[in-house]
């Protein structure tokens, strides 16, 4: 597996930069990929299918001015910014079979992060909801997927010293809530992970064997996704 550490400077690059990735392995069918972005800015990120009056506080995101944008994979809405680690894994799915359904691709890869994670941890890491990963029943990561023909997109958020208050001023308490949430708060219900991001790159690098540099960067791709798709309303406030 190749390994790209690269944010660029707006949230509309990064988010088309996942998406042009997995375009990318699927034409070429080649490679498999573990990249890393860590957001500059704060902004909110809705699943492909979610209802943006719904998930977003508006009025308070535009008096922040906080972007309110959609990624390509479904799951919930999450709050980016600085503090915020994410990576991103393509994978060609017929090269494991536990990839080959939704759930159990979901299985595999969280039970991948755990066992990365834990040695670097003090505490237990459990597995939550879809695709939680929680200490102490307080969720940290959030996961989701995109699926292709022949690869797979699995990418997701690691707090490890995020602004909660943010969450709360921004995000208003989801609708679904997976049961261990128990309707606790944002504040109440997350957690930071208090490591500095490189550790957490290093332990996925190792437990990936991501140990060679991904130079094909897209960029082309990426530039005309961000342009239009990611700026676009008709797509970032479709539902």
Not at 5 to 34: G, K, M, S, V, Y
Not at 78 to 101: A, E, K
Not at 195 to 215: C, D, G, N
Request: with cysteine.
């Amino acid at each position: 597996m190749k390994y790209i550490d690269l944010t660029f400077p707006t949230p509309q690059h990064n988010l088309a930069c996942d998406e042009a990735l997995i375009h990318w392995c699927e034409e070429r069918r080649q490679d498999e990929i573990l990249r890393f972005w860590e957001p500059l800015q704060y902004f909110a990120v809705l699943g492909h299918s979610g209802k943006t009056q719904v998930e977003v506080d508006l009025s308070s995101c535009r008096a922040n001015r906080v972007p309110v944008l959609r990624r390509c994979s479904g799951g919930g809405t999450v709050l980016q910014g600085p503090g915020c680690l994410n990576y991103s894994l393509i994978l060609r799915m017929r090269d494991r079979t536990p990839l080959q359904g939704v759930a159990e691709a979901n299985r595999f890869i969280m039970r991948r992060l755990k066992s990365s994670l834990e040695p670097i941890m003090d505490s237990e890491i459990e597995i939550h909801g879809v695709s939680d990963l929680a200490i102490g029943k307080r969720k940290f990561s959030g996961n989701a997927q995109y699926r292709r023909r022949h690869f797979l997109l699995f990418h997701g958020t690691f707090l490890h010293h995020f602004d909660l208050s943010m969450i709360e001023k921004l995000l208003p308490m989801p609708l679904k809530q997976p049961p261990y949430r128990q309707n606790r708060s944002h504040s109440n219900f997350l957690t930071n992970l208090n490591l500095p991001s490189s550790r957490v790159k290093e332990a996925l690098k190792e437990s990936w064997s991501a140990t060679e540099e991904f130079e094909n960067i897209p960029y082309e791709t990426i530039e005309r996704l961000a342009r239009e798709r990611y700026s676009r309303d008709d797509w970032n406030f479709k539902f």
